[in-house]
């Protein structure tokens, strides 16, 4: 079982990026994407059902971020626009929380490796 994220960069404030995991080995119903800053706990950012009909994010991140996915291809997507300075930090993309707490990254068993994202002022 593996979750592999791909798509950080750097970019300047206002741009975009696509986060990229893509899962082998099983199904994943619920995708969650965390990141963390140096020095800052893991954070949740977003998360989406298998149907891709059930979303959350975090309040700093609505209307800015999108998490999507494609079942065919067993792979989930964070689009980030409006990057903010404060948006720099390594994305992980995790799988299947055990409880109904999506936004609790202590529920999460699989993870990605992290893809880090700066953003310049």
């Known amino acids: 079982v593996q979750l592999q994220a791909s798509g950080g960069g750097s970019v300047q404030a206002g741009g975009s990026l696509r986060l990229t995991c893509a899962a082998s080995?099983?199904?994943?119903?619920?995708m969650g994407w965390f990141r963390q800053a140096p020095g800052k706990e893991r954070e949740f950012v977003a998360a989406?059902?298998?149907?891709?009909?059930?979303?959350y994010y975090v309040n700093s991140v609505k209307g800015r971020f999108t998490i999507s996915r494609d079942n065919a291809k067993n792979t989930v997507y964070l689009q980030m626009n409006s990057l903010k300075p404060e948006d720099t930090a390594v994305y992980y993309c995790?799988?299947?929380?055990?409880?109904?707490?999506?936004?609790?990254?202590?529920?999460?068993?699989?993870w990605g490796q992290g893809t880090q994202v700066t953003v310049s002022s």
């Open positions: 995790a799988g299947d929380p055990s409880s109904g707490s999506w936004s609790n990254p202590n529920e999460y068993d699989y």
């Open positions: 080995g099983r199904t994943f119903y619920v």
């Open positions: 989406i059902s298998r149907s891709g009909s059930t979303t």
